[in-house]
């Protein structure tokens, strides 16, 4: 069983920036897909980016050159540098998993994911 641990949200003014970080476990295989994923107040759960077992990235049009994934398989942790923060980035952000896989087309999808942490809360104070 997979299990994904968030750590690193805060609080911190426009402009600014945070690191998140995703403690993972439970898992031996060699392919993988893992991201992360964003959900604000009333509104749906978005792909935000994502990262595969061979290093491969891909990012949602509005983090692009801001944000930046990336993970330490030696320690297991997937990573979320996030720069250049906008008040919109205000959200809770979940790691997420899917095993035996590598990201396709589909990855921008919530239930494309089999596993997922219990989140971190980011706000951005314009």
């Known amino acids: 069983q997979v299990q994904l641990v968030e750590s690193g949200g805060g609080s911190v003014q426009s402009g600014g920036s945070l690191r998140l970080s995703c403690a993972a476990s439970?898992?031996?295989?060699?392919?993988?897909?893992m991201g992360w994923f964003r959900q604000a107040p009333g509104k749906e759960r978005e792909g935000v980016a994502v990262i595969d077992s061979r290093g491969s990235t891909s990012y949602a049009d509005s983090v692009k050159g801001r944000f930046t994934i990336s993970q330490d398989n030696a320690k297991n942790t997937l990573y979320l540098q996030m720069n250049s923060l906008k008040f919109e980035d205000t959200a809770m952000y979940y790691c997420?998993?899917?095993?035996?896989?590598?990201?396709?087309?589909?990855?921008?999808?919530?239930?494309?994911?089999?596993?997922w942490g219990q989140g971190t809360q980011v706000t951005v104070s314009s």
């Open positions: 997420t998993a899917k095993t035996f896989a590598s990201c396709s087309g589909a990855w921008y999808f919530a239930w494309y994911f089999g596993y």
């Open positions: 439970g898992y031996t295989g060699s392919s993988y897909c």
